[in-house]
């Protein structure tokens, strides 16, 4: 199905790996909570659902990396699963396996546009 792209944010609001930035998105029909990041340069955005139990994961919004001084990893404010900020792969905790769903974003002329269908 082809898609359209659509503004979330201005790249200037995605600090590495700083706070991220929540939207809606539009997906398979029904509209569906999703983040971005910024991590090793490029924005990286998922589901904003637990691979645990389908629940959000910012503990306040927008701070989804972990609490650490590295703040390597993105984590569930629930029961504090870990996932890789590149990729949203489970590395530790609840998740058991089960990652971050990617969602397609493309940063270009200073935005962040999101992928979504028509
Ligand atoms: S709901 Fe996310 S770790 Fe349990």
Do not use: K
């Amino acid at each position: 199905m082809a898609g359209r792209e659509r503004l979330i944010c201005a790249a200037s609001e995605l600090p590495e790996q700083g706070r991220g930035v929540r939207f809606e998105l539009s997906r398979s029909g029904q509209q569906q909570a999703a983040f971005v990041v910024r991590f090793d340069g490029r924005p990286r955005a998922f589901l904003n659902q637990c691979g645990h139990v389908p629940v959000e994961l910012d503990w306040q919004e927008g701070e989804f990396f972990d609490h650490s001084r590295s703040r390597l990893y993105l984590i569930c404010s629930t029961h504090g699963a870990l996932y890789h900020p590149a990729s949203g792969q489970c590395v530790g905790g609840r998740c058991a396996g089960r990652g971050l769903i990617p969602v397609p974003v493309v940063e270009r002329d200073g935005h962040v546009y999101v992928m979504e269908d028509q």
